[in-house]
């Protein structure tokens, strides 16, 4: 079965810092996180799929 490689896990890795760090940020609009979040999590999701498509890639 496929595995994440390390390039792929360190995009994760920074991802969730991201998520981490707009935390911090000032609210400045009530939907911000949620859409910030969607946004990472669309992400993630374009990054995890990879190692599934490499598999039947093969």
């Known amino acids: 079965m ?3 490689t390390e ?3 360190a995009v994760v ?8 760090a707009f935390l ?3 609210i400045e609009h009530g939907d911000d ?3 910030f979040r ?3 999590h669309a992400a ?7 190692p599934g498509r ?5």
Not at 13 to 19: F, I, P, R, S
Not at 44 to 50: I, M
Not at 54 to 58: G, Q
């Open 33 to 35: 996180q949620l859409e």
């Open 7 to 9: 390039q792929e896990r």
């Open 38 to 40: 969607q946004a990472i």
């Open 24 to 26: 911090v940020l000032p």
């Open 13 to 20: 890795e920074k991802l969730a810092d991201a998520w981490n």
């Open 2 to 4: 496929a595995k994440l």
């Open 54 to 58: 490499r598999e039947f890639n093969r």
């Open 44 to 50: 993630q999701d374009k990054v995890l799929s990879r």
